[in-house]
Structures are given as C-alpha cells and as structure tokens.
Antibody, heavy 120, light 107 residues
Framework: EMQLVESGGGLVQPGGSLKLSCAASGFTFTDFAMHWVRQAPGKGLEWVARVRTYLNTYETAYAPSLQGRLTISRDDSKNTAYLQMNSLKTEDTAVYYCTRLSPTYGMDVWGRGTTVTVFS | DIQMTQSPSTLSASVGDRVTITCRAS??????LAWYQKKPGKAPDLLIYKASNLQSGVPSRFSGSGSGTEFTLTISSVQPDDFATYYCQRYNGYPYSFGQGTKLEIK
C-alpha cells in the first residue's frame, strides 16, 4: 500500500522554527517529486513547495509568498521528504500535507497531514 | 504566474441532482488539470487527472472535460457522500496553483 506519513507539527511561537517530515512507503520514492500543500483553518488548499528527483538535480521551488522562510529537501536513503520552516508567522497555522506528484496523474498519493499552530 | 479561478464558490444541491463546477486558467494549461475532493479532517482525494480521466476507484458519476483555459467537473447524480469541497489544480509546472475551491452543500 502506498503511504505517506507526516510528522513534526506542533505548537510554536511567532518567529520560531519547525521541521516537518514525510515518510514514504509502498512505492519507489526516488521516482517522484515530492510536494507540500497546506490548508489554513477555513481556507482552501495552498501549494507550498516542491523538491524534484535526483535525475532532476533535486530542484526546489516555493510558493512566492513563502520564499525565503522555507527549505524543502529529501533523503532518498530514508525515503523521506522534509520541510524546514523558519520565522513562522501566525498565518502559517495550517494542516500541512505531503504529497507525491505523478507527471501523468497529478497529486495522487497524500499523507493525512500534520498540524502546525503558531500562536502568540 | 498562472491563476486558477473556480466558480461557483458554493453550490447547493439535492441528492440526485446534476451539478457542474467550472475552473478557468489565466492562460492555457493544455489538459494538465486535476480535480480533488476535500472533506474536513481528511486528505484531498484525486478524482480526475489530465482534465477528463477518471482516477481508479472514483465513481463514474464524476466526469471532467475541457482543455486550454476552461474546464468543468460534473457530478451526474449527487450522492450523500459527495457533499464536500472540490478543487481544481494545474500540475504541469510551477506554481502548482489550486483554485479557491467550490463547496457542495446540501440544499
């Protein structure tokens, strides 16, 4: 069974940092770009960041509004993707989902999400 | 950047109704559009890929059409499990923009 499991969410004060993890299983992790998508309370889905595969030189990309505060990465030896979030703001409060992108199908496998709450 | 715009934002329907949601891209994205269903507390589910292809396991009452800049998601006969929020997304490149969502409510 293909599975993504996020962890690392929690409560943090403004200006703090968190590192989210996404552990993959049941598929060939190295074949897929990995993405993070978030949903703030009462809001829609927002694409956050992407890391491509080794063959695509692990190229990263970020939502323009979040650029500079995030770092996405992956460790293919551990089948895990990460999202380092710095200088957190209250508006970063959201459920963060990890997902893989199939070039054909789109985002076809999702984790259950991890909740980040930034409170003052 | 390409923007994705959905309409309507909210849609009220009864069980058995046929409903259609529209998604427009600010410039052509060919057929690189996906539709997702999102329920509270659950991860999004992929319904349609490449604008009109039904994802495995998705009921056939869901269908998608369109290309270029205009796309539609149709539910031919709404079922109780379909009341949720639906999102379109372009996925062929950066940024991987979602539409703002359409909430399907019980009339």
């Amino acid at each position: 069974e293909m599975q993504l499991v996020e962890s690392g969410g929690g409560l943090v004060q403004p200006g703090g940092s968190l590192k989210l993890s996404c552990a993959a299983s049941g598929f060939t992790f190295t074949d897929f770009a990995m993405h993070w998508v978030r949903q703030a309370p009462g809001k829609g889905l927002e694409w956050v960041a992407r890391v491509r595969t080794y063959l695509n030189t692990y190229e990263t990309a970020y939502a323009p509004s979040l650029q500079g505060r995030l770092t996405i990465s992956r460790d293919d030896s551990k089948n895990t993707a990460y999202l380092q979030m710095n200088s957190l703001k209250t508006e970063d409060t959201a459920v963060y989902y990890c997902t893989r992108l199939s070039p054909t199908y789109g985002m076809d496998v999702w984790g259950r999400g991890t909740t980040v709450t930034v409170f003052s | 950047d390409i923007q994705m715009t959905q309409s309507p934002s909210t849609l009220s329907a009864s069980v058995g109704d046929r409903v259609t949601i529209t998604c427009r891209a600010s410039q052509s994205i060919s057929i690189w559009l996906a539709w997702y269903q999102k329920k509270p507390g659950k991860a999004p589910d992929l319904l349609i890929y490449k604008a009109s292809n039904l994802q495995s396991g998705v009921p056939s009452r869901f269908s998608g059409s369109g290309s270029g800049t205009e796309f539609t998601l149709t539910i031919s006969s709404v079922q109780p499990d379909d009341f949720a929020t639906y999102y379109c997304q372009r996925y062929n490149g950066y940024p991987y923009s979602f539409g703002q969502g359409t909430k399907l409510e019980i009339k």
